[in-house]
T-cell receptor, first 115, second 113 residues
């Protein structure tokens, strides 16, 4: 087990709605990244948070936003859902020390379906 | 924008054989090339990685071969086992320890008895 837990595992929403996905990391994991994995594709980097501040962003619009909390949990929020947002959303986290080994631990993901 | 191209999309190999997955990249600023293994219902897990200052890295049955001039790298799985059946992703990033990974599209590997 990676010690990274995501909830819920599956979610169905309709176009235009808003969704919040959650990630719970191990104690000490002060860096968290979120990825979107469309069916049959590789994960795409959405953004990264370090000590509760956004620390890098991929090519995703502002309706994708995030939060990181002091208890090593984090959220991905998506507003105005579009059909193309249907995907597996992965979070990955690590400690500062693990940066040297370039190891990040992925959760199993949340499967979001937008109808 | 597809910056890392991966092939084949799927691969079937007999048990004991060699599995080979290839990737090509475009951005010459990439300087870190990891491979991830993903089982159904699980997130990707780092398998092995290479920096461009070496042409080959081996860890157990897994070997990365890297060709900087051709901008290509490949994963070789020796003595492939049924437990190796998974989806494999190559990736690239700028700077070691940078989570902004650019992933390939994945290869579904099936090892048959």
């Amino acid at each position: 087990e990676t010690g990274v837990t995501q909830s819920p595992t599956h979610l169905i929403k309709t176009r235009g709605q808003q969704v919040t996905l959650r990630c719970s990391s191990q104690s000490g994991h002060n860096t968290v990244s979120w990825y979107q994995q469309a069916l049959g594709q590789g994960p795409q980097f959405i953004f990264q948070y370090y000590r509760e501040e956004e620390n890098g962003r991929g090519n995703f619009p502002p309706r994708f936003s995030g939060l990181q909390f002091p208890n090593y949990s984090s959220e991905l929020n998506v507003n105005a859902l579009e059909l193309d947002d249907s995907a597996l959303y992965l979070c990955a986290s690590r400690t500062s020390g693990e940066r040297a080994k370039n190891i990040q631990y992925f959760g199993a993901g949340t499967r979001l379906s937008v109808l | 924008q597809q910056q890392v191209k991966q092939s084949p999309q799927s691969l079937i190999v007999q048990k004991g054989g060699i599995s080979i997955i290839n990737c090509a990249y475009e951005n010459t600023a990439f300087d870190y090339f990891p491979w991830y293994q993903q089982f159904p219902g699980k997130g990707p897990a780092l398998l092995i990685a290479i920096r461009p200052d070496v042409s080959e890295k081996k860890e157990g049955r897994f070997t990365i071969s890297f060709n900087k001039s051709a901008k290509q790298f490949s994963l070789h799985i020796m003595d492939s086992q049924p437990g190796d059946s998974a989806t494999y992703f190559c990736a690239a990033s700028i700077g070691f320890g940078n989570e902004k990974l650019t992933f390939g599209t994945g290869t579904r590997l099936t090892i048959i008895p």
